[in-house]
């Protein structure tokens, strides 16, 4: 995903949207944000777990 951007929003002229298409995009845009956030922290949360060691198992003694 390297350079992956919401490519269609920076070309978008704001000042020439209706109030429906304003509040409509402003909705989508909060959707995507919020499901970018989940994956941000489901990815922090995955590399937490890699940096964790294996415990090591206990050698038993005879």
Do not use: H, V
């Given at each position: 995903m390297r350079g992956h951007t919401?490519?269609?929003?920076?070309?978008?002229?704001?000042?020439?949207?209706?109030?429906?298409?304003?509040?409509?995009?402003?909705?989508?845009?909060?959707?995507q944000k919020k499901e970018l956030?989940?994956?941000?922290?489901?990815?922090?949360?995955?590399?937490?777990?890699?940096?964790?060691?294996?415990?090591?198992?206990?050698?038993?003694k005879k």
């Open positions: 919401m490519g269609y929003a920076k070309y978008i002229d704001f000042s020439g949207l209706s109030d429906d298409e304003r509040k409509a995009l402003t909705e989508l845009l909060r959707k956030q989940d994956a941000l922290r489901d990815a922090n949360k995955a590399l937490s777990a890699l940096k964790k060691k294996p415990k090591k198992k206990k050698s038993k």
